[in-house]
Structures are given as structure tokens and as C-alpha cells.
């Protein structure tokens, strides 16, 4: 005979059905008056809701515009930009010509470029660098935060005055220095540079995620039924820290854009062998006294639509993704 | 591992015939395949009905309070601070107090989900203190927990399979199916429909959330459950259910429950024997008769006069503690319930209240208590006690 | 402070409007009539109160007893007008002889604090954690008296003093952070008498209290209550606090008032079968053994009423007339009245059922309970 350990119990012992009834019963003698055929996933939920922010939906496309703009506006013939390749290169004027119907948003001054192929190709470099450095810095922050908030202790205090020193450093002025010196007007070095300046945000706030999340009863009731603690790093935790991550990226990339425009601006950033909308902003500004107001408004009224266009989502996604508000 | 069983016959019996042995093999082999689907250390307890599942002797949980700028440890919150008891197979053994005495801290020590301080935990005679979280984990079917707030204890990204499903994968049940089947069953058994499976948290009443939490423990089929103040945060009307619900699992699965709660009269309905916590301590330890009949302990009998009763007949004089509850990281000396007893004052004030810990007493058949005068407590003691104190200037301050 | 600047009336009709209907009695205080509250939300419009009646006369104190979802505490937030700006309210309030609803909100703020006052159940989230609690009870005064500061802080103290708070020229000083959640109650109880109020508004003033806090609490109420007179309404849903504290009651569900009587009548002979269930299903030691009696289903949410009456889907008695027709209000005896079909001519037959159940309520009377005082 087998050698069997003491009574199988395989499944549930089935309830006498006048018990299951009376219990059914007493749980829910209700009718659903209200009929919700679906049952929607917390994903789902959200974009539901996400849905119904005429911002956020408004937020979207002016980012798909600008973003379809970045990528095939450049492919038009014409509209490439080439440093060496100037209108008329025996002719340097300091005014450029103002918007018309051949150069809609104008000529420059000085070399006399359109200034409508600066912005489209400027976009292309100016977008790059805002999504990529924050996604660097959604990576760095979420992962040293993650570490600091669930594991807490000597390794919460180590990587938190780690972040402090950071924190502590005048960030502009490093940004400066480092993209002049390391990153030599390099946009990928730039765009990395962004990024290591930029998590410590990002890593506190998930550092404080963690350590609230890891506080709530269904962490712990996970952990009562024997669930691992990687699992429910990655399957309790993340998930339901996922949502505030999200609102805070979209809204870094917003901060990043406008501290590249800055920093090509003052110079110090991606050289202008390739535009971004710092840098034209940063040529346009010697040629003002002569006029010339299209050349530095369009880049910046740019860099406004694109920074408002994040802002509503990172609002609409904020909304959506909260748990409280109803579908 | 199994041998067939066909050509070996024990000599007593006439040879099988061919297709009764197929039958047997088959049958064999089914529930080969059901038991290897639960892990091989599992074992049901071998505990008789009454005797001790779980002992706790001397149990300690004391959460150090970091402040300053170099965290160091300032001072100590003292949540459970020296606790014994049994919890008997079968029985259901309430823990009551207020907030601050460490009743939630007990259940989730007692669990091991917070290493003790010190003292010991023996659960059906294994010595369970300080394991972590490997060395428990198949102890984790056996003892299982439901929490209070239905709403924070689901996490409300997860579908119901998954989460009542979770705990089975972590206890080793690989086959899909078998874990919803057993999913299913459990809801069923909680009085919920199979088909919420799909579901998530927030489309469910605190009620039934409360049901699918009931579920995830009892899908893993345990002997032993912390029910840690499960009907507290629901309606009027749901209590009742819920705790209908939890009876009838206890008859049916043979269940012994650990009941913490701070509201007396479920307790008294619902309990075989209490134990009344205050700042971490036991102060009562009796049956819900002898409790009821002839409370011992003056915080006992404070805690049943508070009680408002729903019969606008009863207009009784009531016996009101004075002050506040003291903080568990500064008890008082001595007897903990010292500062506020309305039994020392109508004794005089003796000074044994203030510099001596009475110690759990036992005063016949199972009833304890931690007092050094439990024998004047009485009815009279606390009809005159009520009436000499004052109603409103009940407030006097600790700190 | 806590002050919050009152929303221009919420009537549906525009204010200004003589309203028709007289006012009520003198020994009335307050009384509501017809009174409905509707939220605009992303869902939809959802009402939260649907025609509640009730009334508190001079001194005297009324309990609204309901589960969550019964509307119990918006309709004392509408008396207050303290809700948002995305309710409408329709109906009357009278107070003292005036009506609340079409009043401007000047008049309104002059009211709330110095005639009426509201203590609410969370004591550390209603009280400014920025300041101290003498200078928020010592704002209350100056808002409606004319004193000066230095008067202002010295009935804060004696305010303080009142609620049983001892070495109160101590305690004005501290923040709220440093009471305990008992002390801040009284506090809060403080603040509300300040300026003695004519009623006295306390939503579940002591369910986020310890056991033994509040029967601290609930003695001090009725304490004060007997020394300056004020009238109470409290809200709640634990029937202990009703049976002790209050001489009428007044059950809601599903923002409806199902029952209301003198609370000896109420709660020993309950009428309609939403207050049987509740009563029966309170768990006490002589109910030790058996099953508890429990309503089925799940408490009814504003979002999702039944067509009719809304307790149907629970109600152990209901037959078809219930799914189709809203049970109306009947006059019971002088003072009480249910909702419930039981009690009209066309639930006569079925009456029976939910007599048996009222009369082993009723024969269920505790006899002189044995230890307690």
C-alpha cells in the first residue's frame, strides 16, 4: 500500500446546499439594479477616466502633434537641416525676413534659414532629450527608492544621504560645468547628464511610496499566506506605487525641456551643429536689436506648447490613476 | 512510490479480480495526483480537541522609538508586554482591550509576522518563535490571519482569483486548475458567487470584502485563525453575517479562532474564554460565564459598565474611568491600571497599587486575574464607586 | 480657522422667494420638512437625502440612527449648510422660527456657532493643527460676541474648564496634537458650547473614541445638556448611545426616514422591519449558542436604490407590492411612524409576520442585570 500521510484533503469540504443557500442568501439577497456587465481592471479604469479630462485629451494631441511634427516635418525635402547648407551664401544680412507664406514662420538673420525647419528639426533633438533623460531618471530614482523604502535601514540611510549630497549640489551650475566639460555639446552626453541630475526627486518620492505601501494590510496579508518578499516587492508594491511614478515622470519631462532650453541658451548645452529650441533661442537672442521677433517667439511658444501638453496629462493621468475618484 | 496493487493480496482476502484492481489503481493514482498537489510537509495537527494549539509564554513585543538627528533610540513603545495563555483546539479565544494595549501587535506577534522580543510561541508543540519568514512558510496554512479594514487588506489591483489564488502558489499548489477550483470552493464556502473570481476589490461592499478576506485564509485550510477585529469596521447589519459566517466555518472546518476585538458585547456572544489586555498586559483571564457573572479584575468591570446598551429601560448610574489612556512607551509602575482604578481610590489609595505588578493570579477553574485585591470586587464597590465619582471632571491628566 | 464661508442658498428657488409655508411652533426648535439633497457627480445626480421629517424641540434631544449610505449625517451637514457647492438642497429648515435654506449666507454664519453648533467625529482632523486650542475656542467667542481678546481667552478657559479638563490654564495653551483623542473631543465640545448654543449638533461625536473615553464623553454630554438646556441632535449608529442619551429617535435608510418615535417606543417595540433587524441583530451574551439574527444582503447604496422601497431587497416580509410601490410613512400610534406596507390596509394580512418577531423582541426584556452598577 502507498504510505500516505494522514487524511487528503484535496478541496474544500462541499457545503450542504441548504447551508450554501442560507449563506448566499444572507450574503447578498440583492438584486445588481445597477447592471455592470464589465468588470474593469484598475488599468482600465483609468483610462476610462483618463478619457474623460478634456485636458488631459487636449494635452495628448497637442503632444502627438508636436511629436508628429519632430518626426516627419524633417522629412519634407527642404525641411532638413543641414549646418552647412545656407541659403544664400554670399549675402549676410543681420535682419531676417518676417513670416510669409514661402517661410511661414520666417527667415533668421545671419544665415537666413527657415526658421520653421530650426523649430521641426529643433523639436526632434528638444523632445529626445526631455523623454530620454526622464527616463534615466524615472530608472535611477525608482530603483534606489525602491531599495531605500522596502529594505529601510543602513541601506534607506546610506542611499538617502547619497541623494542629499545630490540634492545639495547647486544644480544648475553643475549641469553647466558638466555639459560644457563632459558633454562637449554632445546631445547624448547632454541627455545623460540630464538624467543623473534629475532622479533624486523621483527617488524620494518612491522611497516614500515603499515605505507607506509597505505598511498596508494586503502587503501583510500577502506575506501571512507565505508570499516571498521579492514577489511582493515587484507584485504588490510596484504596482500600486506605478501611478504617482507615472504623474511625476510626465511631469519631469517638462522640467527637463525647459532646463535644456536653458542651459543650449546660455550656451552650455547641445552645440548647434544640431538645433534644439534652446539653442536657436540662444542664436536668436544676439540678433534681437535688429528686430527679428519671429526667430526667438516660435521656438519658445514651442517650448511653452510642449511643457502645457505634458502638464494636462501628467494632470489627467494624476486624476485617472487615483483610486478615489469613480469612473 | 505507490506499488499496484494488483498480484499482491494479503492472505485473508480472495485474489482481485483485474478490473477491481485497475479501479484501485486509478483511484490510487487520482489522489496521487491531489496529494502531490499540496506540499509534502503538510501534516495536519495531531491536537486533540481542547488540548493547547497554541501557547504563548512570557511574549514580549517592544518597538523601539528612533528620534533625533543620528536615530537613536529614544525610548521604547512596550506593546505587549509579557503575555500567557493558551488557545485551546476548537475553542474560540477572544483578546479585548482598547486602543494602545496591543492586541492587533498579539495577533500579528503571535503569527510571527512580527518577530517577539522576547518570550515563546509553540504552536501544536513546534517552537515557532523567531522564524522567519522561509522557515514558516508551511506553517502559514496552518495559521492564518483576516484583518479588520476590508478595504485596505485587498490589494485593489489584483483580481479575486489572484488573490485568494496567490496564497496557494505560494504554498506550493502548481496546478492552475486545482488552485481555482480551491479559489472557488472558498468563495462558495464564504457565501459568495464562483463567478467573482473575475472581480475586483472596489466593485465589492465592505461586507463582502470582508467575505473574499475570510476566503483567502480559509483556501489554504488552516487549523488556527486570528480573526484580528474582522466585524469592526463593517455596518450594524453585516456584523451579524459576518459573524454568523465565521460560526458556521468553525463548526465545518473545525476551526479554532483567536478573536481580537475591543467591543465587549461581541465578544460575550461570540467567545469560549477572553483574556481583557491593558498596555500590553493581561489583566483577566476567564471564561465568558465567569466573566460575565463575577468579573474580577475593576477594569473588567469598568470596561462592561461602558458599554451603552441598546434598552432605553436600563438608566443605571455608570462607572467612569478617569483619565486617559497612558501612552505604551511610559506604563505606569506597578499596576498598570493603577492611575485610573476606581477600586484603589474607594480603598484609600494602597500603596501596593502603585510599586507592585500584581501578576496574573489564578482564583479556581481557569479564572485569572492581575490584581491584589480582586476579592473586593464587587457589585456594591462599584454601585458606590459610581455614585461618589463625579460625571464631568473625569479627566485627569497622566502626563 | 474653521471657519468655512457658507455657499450662496442652495434652494432650488431662488432666494427672496416668500416662502409659503408657516412656521412651526415655539417649542420647536428645528424642524425639517421635505427635505431632499442631491450631489452632481461624475455619475450622475445621486440623492443622498430623499424627504426627511423631523423635528427637535426646545432642550430636548433626538438620535438619527443609520448605517453608512443613510444619509444621517448629510442631512445635519445641510442644517449646518456646510455642504459643497455641488449639492442642491430642496425642502425647509426651520430654526427658531426662521427658515435656514433661503437665508443669505451672512445670516447663516452669524447663526452657526453662537444659536447652533456641530462637533464631529474626528477631533484631530476638525481641529487646526496649526493653532492653539485656546486661540481657536478664543476665535469662536470674538465671532459672536463682542469682547475683547484678553475676555475672549479667559472664556476659553473657562470653557475648557466646563468640559472637565483640569489645569485648564495649561491645557488652552497646547496644541491639538499634544491632547489625546478624548481631550480633543472635549474640545471640540468646548468650542461647540463656547457661545451657548441653542443646539447642539454632535455626528458620531464618540465612535472614534476608546470604550471607556466614551462613556466619559457621553456623561459629560448629558451633563451639559441638563445644565444649560441646549437641545442635541446626535447622530450615530450605535443604539446604546441612542437608548442612553436621547428621548426621540429617528431611524433612516437609504436617506429616507423609516421610523421615528419616543426611543422607548422605538427601540422596545420597533415597527418597521428594518429596526426589528437591527435590533435583533445586536450580539449580547444571552444570545450566546445560537445563531445572530442578520439582515441579508448589503446596506443599500445611494448610487444603486431599489425601484420601490428600498429596504425590499432585505426585508424578511417583502412580497411584489414592495418591489412596485414606495412604501409610505404611517402614522403608527401619537408619536410614532414606519415605513412599511406591513402597516397599511394592504399589508394587513401579512401583518402577523412581523408581529411575532416584535412580540419575542419584546418578550425578550432583560431582566436587572446582575453585576454592574
Known amino acids: 500500500m502507498a504510505t500516505r500521510k494522514q487524511t487528503p484533503v484535496v478541496a474544500a469540504v462541499p457545503v450542504a446546499a441548504g447551508d450554501a443557500d442560507l449563506r448566499l442568501a444572507e450574503a447578498e439577497g440583492v438584486v445588481d439594479y445597477d447592471v455592470n456587465l464589465q468588470s474593469l481592471g484598475q488599468w482600465q479604469l483609468a483610462w476610462k477616466k483618463f478619457r474623460r479630462s478634456r485636458m488631459a485629451l487636449l494635452g495628448v494631441a497637442m503632444l502627438a502633434g508636436l511629436v508628429g511634427m519632430a518626426i516627419f516635418v524633417p522629412l519634407f525635402p527642404g525641411m532638413q537641416f543641414d549646418f552647412y547648407a545656407v541659403p544664400n551664401p554670399d549675402v549676410i544680412t543681420y535682419a531676417g525676413r518676417p513670416p510669409s507664406l514661402q517661410h511661414i514662420f520666417g527667415e533668421t538673420g545671419g544665415l537666413q534659414r527657415d526658421v520653421f525647419q530650426l523649430v521641426a528639426n529643433g523639436a526632434r533633438l528638444s523632445l529626445f532629450v526631455g523623454f530620454m533623460a526622464m527616463f534615466i531618471a524615472v530608472f535611477l530614482g525608482t530603483i534606489v527608492g525602491a531599495f531605500a523604502g522596502y529594505f529601510g535601514g543602513f541601506a534607506d540611510n546610506v542611499l538617502m544621504r547619497i541623494v542629499d549630497v545630490f540634492l545639495s549640489l547647486p544644480l544648475l551650475f553643475v549641469i553647466l560645468v558638466a555639459s560644457r566639460f563632459f558633454g562637449n555639446g554632445n546631445p547624448l552626453l547632454i541627455v545623460i547628464i540630464f538624467g543623473l541630475f534629475s532622479w533624486m526627486g523621483v527617488s524620494r518620492l518612491v522611497r516614500s511610496l515603499f515605505l507607506s505601501l509597505r505598511e498596508q494590510d494586503f502587503v501583510e496579508a500577502a506575506r501571512a499566506v507565505g508570499v516571498s518578499d521579492k514577489r511582493i516587492a515587484f507584485r504588490h508594491i510596484l504596482p500600486n506605487a506605478l501611478s504617482p511614478i507615472i504623474v511625476v515622470a510626465s511631469l519631469t519631462v517638462a522640467g527637463i525641456i525647459i532646463a535644456e532650453s536653458f542651459v543650449s541658451y546660455l550656451g552650455f548645452g547641445i552645440s548647434t551643429l544640431t538645433p534644439t529650441w534652446g539653442n536657436i533661442l540662444s542664436n536668436a537672442l544676439t540678433f534681437i536689436p535688429q528686430g527679428n521677433w519671429w526667430w526667438p517667439f516660435f521656438p519658445g511658444l514651442f517650448i511653452v506648447l510642449t511643457v502645457l501638453s505634458v502638464n494636462f496629462i501628467g494632470d489627467g493621468l494624476r486624476d485617472a490613476l487615483d483610486p478615489r475618484t469613480r469612473a | 512510490m505507490t506499488e499496484p496493487l494488483v498480484g499482491v493480496a494479503s492472505d485473508d482476502l480472495p485474489p482481485m479480480s483485474p478490473e477491481e484492481a485497475v479501479e484501485i489503481v486509478e483511484e490510487q493514482q487520482r489522489e496521487e495526483q491531489l496529494v502531490h498537489a499540496l506540499p509534502d510537509e503538510w501534516i495536519k495537527a495531531d491536537v486533540p480537541e481542547g488540548a493547547p494549539l497554541l501557547q504563548v509564554t512570557g511574549l514580549k513585543k517592544h518597538f523601539p522609538i528612533m528620534g533625533g538627528f543620528l536615530r537613536k533610540r529614544i525610548g521604547t513603545v512596550y506593546a505587549v508586554d509579557g503575555v500567557d495563555f493558551d488557545v485551546r483546539k476548537g475553542e474560540i479565544f477572544s483578546i479585548v482591550g482598547e486602543s494602545g494595549c496591543g492586541k492587533s501587535t498579539l495577533g500579528r506577534t503571535v503569527l510571527q509576522l512580527l518577530k517577539p522580543t522576547e518570550g515563546k510561541v509553540t504552536f501544536a508543540g513546534e517552537d515557532i518563535t523567531g522564524w522567519n519568514n522561509t522557515r514558516m512558510r508551511p506553517y502559514r496554512k496552518r495559521m492564518q490571519i483576516i484583518f479588520q479594514d476590508p478595504f485596505g487588506s485587498l490589494n485593489p489591483r489584483m483580481p479575486v482569483s489572484d488573490i485568494i489564488g496567490e496564497g496557494l502558489m505560494a504554498q506550493g499548489v502548481r496546478d492552475g486548475k486545482v488552485r481555482t477550483e480551491r479559489t472557488e470552493s472558498a468563495l462558495e464556502a464564504v457565501g459568495l458567487r464562483r463567478s467573482y473570481t473575475r472581480r475586483f476589490p472596489h466593485e465589492f461592499s465592505g461586507g463582502q470584502r470582508q467575505r473574499i478576506g475570510i476566503a483567502r485564509a480559509l483556501a489554504l485550510e488552516p487549523e488556527f485563525i486570528v480573526c484580528d477585529e474582522p466585524v469592526s469596521a463593517l455596518d450594524v447589519s453585516i456584523q451579524s453575517q459576518i459573524l454568523n459566517l465565521l460560526l458556521d466555518l468553525r463548526k465545518e472546518y473545525d476551526l479554532t479562532y483567536m478573536f481580537i476585538s475591543h467591543n465587549l458585547s461581541v465578544v460575550e456572544y461570540f467567545s469560549d474564554r477572553v483574556a481583557v489586555m491593558y498596555l500590553g498586559q493581561v489583566h483577566e483571564l476567564a471564561t465568558v460565564e465567569q466573566m460575565y457573572h463575577s468579573p474580577k479584575h475593576p477594569y473588567t468591570m469598568a470596561l462592561l459598565s461602558a458599554i451603552p446598551k441598546p434598552d432605553p429601560r436600563i438608566r443605571s448610574r455608570r462607572l467612569v474611568l478617569k483619565g486617559d489612556l497612558p501612552s505604551p512607551a511610559a506604563p505606569p509602575s506597578g499596576c498598570r491600571f493603577h492611575t485610573r482604578c476606581w477600586l484603589r481610590e474607594h480603598l484609600g489609595n494602597p500603596e501596593v497599587c502603585a510599586t507592585d505588578d500584581p501578576g496574573l493570579r489564578d482564583m479556581g477553574e481557569g479564572h485569572q486575574v492581575r490584581c491584589h485585591f480582586p476579592d473586593e470586587v464587587t457589585a456594591d464597590a462599584a454601585q458606590s464607586a459610581a455614585h461618589s465619582a463625579s460625571r464631568v471632571d473625569t479627566a485627569v491628566p497622566n502626563a | ?373
Open chain 3, 1 to 373: 480657522m474653521t471657519e468655512v464661508t457658507a455657499p450662496a442658498s442652495p434652494r432650488a428657488v431662488a432666494p427672496g422667494t416668500p416662502v409659503a409655508s408657516v412656521p412651526p411652533a415655539p417649542d420647536v426648535l428645528l424642524e425639517l420638512r421635505g427635505l431632499r439633497t442631491e450631489f452632481r457627480t461624475m455619475d450622475g445626480i445621486v440623492r443622498a437625502v430623499d424627504g426627511v421629517d423631523y423635528a427637535v424641540r426646545v432642550g430636548k434631544s433626538l438620535g438619527v440612527v443609520g448605517e453608512s449610505g443613510s444619509g444621517k449625517s448629510v442631512t445635519a451637514l445641510t442644517v449646518m449648510r456646510l455642504l459643497e457647492s455641488n449639492a442642491t438642497t430642496t425642502g425647509e429648515v426651520w430654526f427658531g422660527g426662521r427658515e435656514l435654506l433661503g437665508m443669505s449666507g451672512h445670516d447663516i454664519e452669524a447663526l452657526r456657532g453662537s444659536e447652533m453648533a456641530m462637533i464631529f467625529q474626528e477631533p484631530l482632523t476638525s481641529l487646526n493643527p496649526v493653532f492653539t486650542v485656546g486661540d481657536q475656542i478664543a476665535e469662536q467667542v470674538r465671532r459672536h460676541k463682542k469682547v475683547s481678546k484678553k475676555e475672549a481667552w479667559g472664556q476659553a478657559i473657562e470653557a475648557i474648564r466646563l468640559v472637565g479638563i483640569p489645569s485648564p490654564e495649561r491645557r488652552v495653551k497646547q496644541y491639538p496634537h499634544e491632547l489625546s483623542g478624548g481631550m480633543r473631543q472635549r474640545v471640540m465640545i468646548a468650542m461647540a458650547l463656547s457661545c451657548e448654543p441653542k443646539l447642539l449638533i454632535a455626528d458620531e461625536p464618540t465612535t472614534a473614541l476608546d470604550v471607556t473615553i466614551q462613556a466619559q464623553i457621553l456623561e459629560l454630554l448629558k451633563e451639559i445638556q441638563a445644565r444649560t438646556g441646549s437641545a442635541l441632535l446626535l447622530i450615530t449608529h450605535d443604539l446604546g448611545v441612542v437608548a442612553e442619551m436621547v428621548d426621540e429617535v429617528v431611524v433612516m435608510y437609504g436617506g429616507q426616514v423609516v421610523e421615528r418615535g419616543p426611543v422607548e417606543e422605538v427601540l422596545i417595540r420597533p415597527s418597521a422591519p428594518y429596526t426589528v433587524g437591527l435590533i435583533e441583530s445586536i450580539p449580547s451574551v444571552e444570545k450566546r449558542g445560537g445563531r445572530l439574527h442578520a439582515i441579508k444582503g448589503v446596506v443599500a447604496n445611494p448610487f444603486n436604490l431599489p425601484p420601490a422601497c428600498r429596504f425590499e431587497p432585505r426585508c424578511p416580509y417583502a412580497w411584489e407590492l414592495c418591489r412596485t410601490e414606495a412604501p409610505p410613512l404611517v402614522q403608527i400610534s401619537d408619536s410614532q411612524v414606519a415605513r412599511c406596507h406591513l402597516h397599511t390596509p394592504a399589508g394587513a394580512d401579512r401583518r402577523p409576520g412581523l408581529e411575532m418577531d416584535r412580540a419575542r423582541l419584546i418578550a425578550s426584556e432583560p431582566g436587572p442585570v446582575a453585576v454592574r452598577p
